[in-house]
């Protein structure tokens, strides 16, 4: 099993950052892939980006692509989630996720964190 604990979310304004950071416990060792994804009120639970571990390789979803980065830290089992230049449609509860494989679709995530609430207001 592997357990995954998120912090960082908060309030922030329009054009702020926030780092969101995810720290990885238990069966580590079998970590591929760690990822994160947001689920805005309303809406189905979407892919933000991913990071490979062993190699660094990162991807993201288009519409933070230039906002968004994704970094790890294998020493730490942790990683992090840089957002700079907040929107309003940004808000969103963000999940932290990790898998034993490469992808972009929820359900190749085996497990989850309990998710950290992410708000942009205007």
């Known amino acids: 099993q592997v357990q995954l604990d998120e912090s960082g979310g908060g309030l922030v304004q329009a054009g702020g950052s926030l780092r969101l950071s995810c720290v990885a416990s238990?069966?580590?060792?079998?970590?591929?892939?760690m990822g994160w994804f947001r689920q805005a009120p309303g809406k189905e639970r979407e892919f933000v980006a991913a990071?490979?571990?062993?190699?660094?390789?990162?991807t993201n979803e288009d519409s933070v692509k230039g906002r968004f980065t994704i970094s790890g830290d294998n020493a730490k089992n942790t990683i992090y989630l840089q957002m700079n230049n907040l929107k309003p449609e940004d808000t969103a509860v963000y999940f932290c996720?990790?898998?034993?494989?490469?992808?972009?679709?929820?359900?190749?995530?085996?497990?989850w964190g309990q998710g950290t609430q992410v708000t942009v207001s205007s």
């Open positions: 990071i490979r571990r062993r190699d660094g390789h990162t």
């Open positions: 238990g069966r580590t060792f079998t970590i591929y892939a």
């Open positions: 996720a990790a898998g034993m494989g490469w992808a972009t679709r929820s359900s190749a995530y085996a497990y």
